[in-house]
């Protein structure tokens, strides 16, 4: 109990600290990429999707791994360094439904403008009005999606990283800001492969995962 008042504890401070010390972007290590822009592939709501993964500077590459509601990356993964639980997934703080656009999302401290992690409505909203093609690009495996209006987006192949080691490298999992109502210790993901594209909540919160940001 003692250990989750403190892990509670400091994430108000980080919270606290990213929303009203004047913090930049750079404090934490990361640059908004030259390159990076929103693309427009004309979805109903008008979410924008990057054309880069965070913590890159190129749409093919891979980024940087997080955990969900940390904002910076570490060496290992799991649900003994995961600071929104008691050591284990039984005690993870419950956020709620979305992290998208609060402190708690690391795509809004880096980048942010209006930059944020995809909600799970945003990453179905992607599956149902794009056409998703398995492709390499540059020699990078990934999914391309293509909207209506012809502008397309690149997904590169990413894995997860649990403790230290990178789990299911032929296959995207790409976490939204999204928890799972019905088990607070998982959150919902755009996840894919050569036959299959999807959002489950299966995303196990502790464990890190690659993010593609979203703005509108």
Known sequence: MFKKKISLFLSFVLVCSVVFSGCSNEDFGYKIPKGLKAID???PSGTKWANMNLGTNKTEGLGSYFAWGEVETKSSYSW???MHCDGNKENC???GESISGTGFDVAKTIWGGKWQ???KEQADELLRYCTATWTTSKGVDGMKFKGKNGKTIFLPVTGYRVANDTITKSQGYYVTGSQNPDSINLVY???FHKRKTETD???NRGYGFIIRP???
């Open 189 to 191: 993901e755009l996840h």
């Open 117 to 119: 992690m995809p909600t």
């Open 201 to 203: 909540g299966k995303a």
């Open 93 to 95: 703080f419950n956020f």
């Open 41 to 43: 592939l004309g979805l």
């Open 80 to 82: 003994e360094t995961y």
């Open 214 to 216: 979203v703005m509108k």
